[in-house]
């Protein structure tokens, strides 16, 4: 089983639809954080969280919101989609040795 | 915020030759992270090696090593014996010992030629 899940893996919606993307893990890590990625401009952070008390924004969480559940799942929201927010989105955890663990992705496409 | 530059677009390669991705990036701390992940047409982020900067030997994950160049903040991943499974996009990171974000480059697609 992967350590750490994305749902939905893919999704369409419409301009001004609120959606939420989950990110579960079962590595027992503190640290969560929020990617997207787009064509050739590589990743680019979102928000992370430290535990569900800390959340803290990346260089790019305008038109996005997170909530931190418990310490295995951290979810991440548009609050009213637009359309150049269609990317790839990833959720990774972060153990004690720098390491990042990656979810699967979910391709989001907004119309 | 910290700026990692990959100015390979795209490399290829043979299979069983070796091929040489390259990364650089700006900073002016001393103590910091530095990896290369892969990401396979799965999509998947896998890491494939990291480097601390206070370690002046540079990382070797079994076919893949680096070349740590710290005061030329050079951050160059070697693959060996290319296999047609090395096929993917390569995306070279950092991350300051004092500061809790990663900042990833653009990416490299490497082709791997049977």
């Known amino acids: 089983d992967a350590d750490v899940t994305q749902t939905p893996r893919n999704r369409i919606t419409k301009t001004g639809k609120r959606i939420m993307l989950e990110c579960s893990q079962t590595k027992g890590h503190d640290r969560m954080y929020w990617y997207r990625q787009d064509p050739g401009l590589g990743l680019r952070l979102i928000y992370y969280?430290?535990?569900?008390?800390?959340?803290n924004k990346g260089e790019i969480s305008d038109g996005y919101s997170v909530s931190r559940q418990a310490q295995a799942k951290f979810s991440l929201s548009l609050e009213s989609a637009i359309p150049n927010q269609t990317a790839l989105y990833f959720c990774?955890?972060?153990?004690?040795?720098?390491?990042?663990?990656f979810g699967p992705g979910t391709r989001l496409l907004v119309l | 915020a910290q700026t990692v530059t990959q100015s390979q677009p795209e490399m290829s390669v043979q299979e069983a030759e070796t091929v040489t991705l390259s990364c650089t990036y700006d900073t002016s701390e001393s103590d910091y992270y530095l990896f290369w992940y892969k990401q396979p047409p799965s999509r998947q982020m896998i890491l494939v090696i990291r480097q601390e900067a206070y370690k002046q030997q540079n990382a070797t994950e079994n076919r893949f090593s680096v070349n740590f160049q710290k005061a030329a903040k050079s951050f160059s991943l070697k693959i060996s014996d290319s296999q047609l499974g090395d096929a993917a996009m390569y995306f070279c990171?950092?991350?300051?010992?004092?500061?809790?974000?990663?900042?990833f480059g653009t990416g490299t697609s490497l082709t791997v030629i049977p």
């Open positions: 969280s430290f535990d569900v008390k800390d959340i």
């Open positions: 990774a955890t972060r153990d004690s040795q720098e390491t990042q663990y």
């Open positions: 990171a950092y991350r300051s010992a004092l500061g809790n974000q990663f900042y």
